[in-house]
C-alpha cells in the first residue's frame, strides 16, 4: 500500500505543496493520454488518514467502482488537482514518452496553488517543469500522492473514452477504454481505424496491413 514516506522527506526540506503525478493510457491503442497532478494537504493528518483507510492505491488494483468513490473523496479533499491531456495525433507525432510528458506538464500548470516540489509516476519531467522531483517506478504503489493521482487520471480518461464509444459506434470503447483486448482486434479488422487510434502504434499497423 502507498503511503506517506516520500512526502515527509520534501516536508524535511521544507516542501509543503508536494503534486503526485501520474498517467493514464500510455499503453492504450486508441484515445489520448491523460495525466492527473494532485496535491495533498500535508499539514492536515486527519485528511491523510482519511484516504489510507478509504483504500487509496495504484488504480490498477481497484474497481471501477471503487475509482469512481475514491475519485470524489480525493478531489473533495485535495488542496488542489489538475488534469492534462495529448490526443492520439500529438502522440503520433511526437511518441508517445513526449505525449505524456506533455499531458503531466499541462496537469501541473492547472493546479492552483502551484506545488513545490514533484513525486512522479516513471516519467522524467525536468526538461518539461523547472521544479524539485524525484521520479520513482510503480509510484502509484508507492506514494499516496500518485496512487490519488493515478486515480484521477484512469477516472478521466475512462469517463472520456466511454463518451467516445457514441461518436464512434462498433469499436466497444466503453468496454476496453482503448486498450488492445480481442474485442479491440476484431472491431479494428472489421472497420479499420478511427480518427481517435495511434496510427504510429505496431499493433495498429500490423493489423491494418494484414486487412488489406
Keep these: 500500500m502507498p503511503d506517506l514516506s516520500l512526502e515527509q522527506e520534501w ?3 521544507g516542501y509543503t505543496l508536494v503534486a503526485g503525478i501520474d498517467e493514464a493510457g500510455r499503453g492504450a491503442w ?4 491523460v495525466a492527473a497532478a494532485v496535491i495533498l494537504p500535508l499539514d492536515r493528518p486527519e485528511v491523510l488518514a482519511e484516504l489510507l483507510e478509504a483504500g487509496v492505491n495504484d488504480s490498477k488494483k481497484l474497481t471501477a467502482r471503487k475509482r469512481q468513490t475514491l475519485a470524489d473523496l480525493i478531489r473533495a479533499r485535495a488542496v488542489a488537482f489538475g488534469m492534462g ?14 505525449a505524456t ?7 501541473v500548470s492547472m493546479l492552483r496553488p502551484q ?28 506514494s ?11 477516472v478521466s480518461r475512462d469517463t472520456f473514452l466511454t463518451q467516445l464509444d457514441d461518436l464512434y459506434p462498433g469499436y466497444a470503447f466503453a468496454r476496453h477504454k482503448g ?18 487510434h495511434r ?3 505496431k499493433p495498429i499497423k500490423e493489423l491494418l496491413i494484414a486487412d488489406c
Design 144 to 154: 499516496l500522492s500518485i496512487a490519488a493521482a493515478s486515480i484521477l487520471a484512469k
Design 179 to 196: 486498450y488492445g483486448t480481442r474485442v479491440h482486434q476484431a472491431a479494428l479488422a472489421q472497420l479499420g481505424a478511427s480518427p481517435i
Design 199 to 201: 496510427m504510429s502504434f
Design 101 to 107: 510528458r506533455t499531458a503531466m506538464r499541462r496537469a
Design 11 to 13: 516536508l524535511a526540506q
Design 85 to 98: 491531456g495529448a490526443s492520439a495525433k500529438h502522440i503520433d507525432r511526437d511518441g508517445i514518452l513526449a
Design 115 to 142: 506545488p513545490q516540489a514533484l513525486l512522479i509516476d516513471a516519467v522524467d519531467l525536468r526538461a518539461a517543469v523547472p521544479l524539485p522531483q524525484k521520479r520513482l517506478n510503480f509510484g502509484d504503489s508507492i
Design 30 to 33: 486508441a484515445g489520448p493520454v
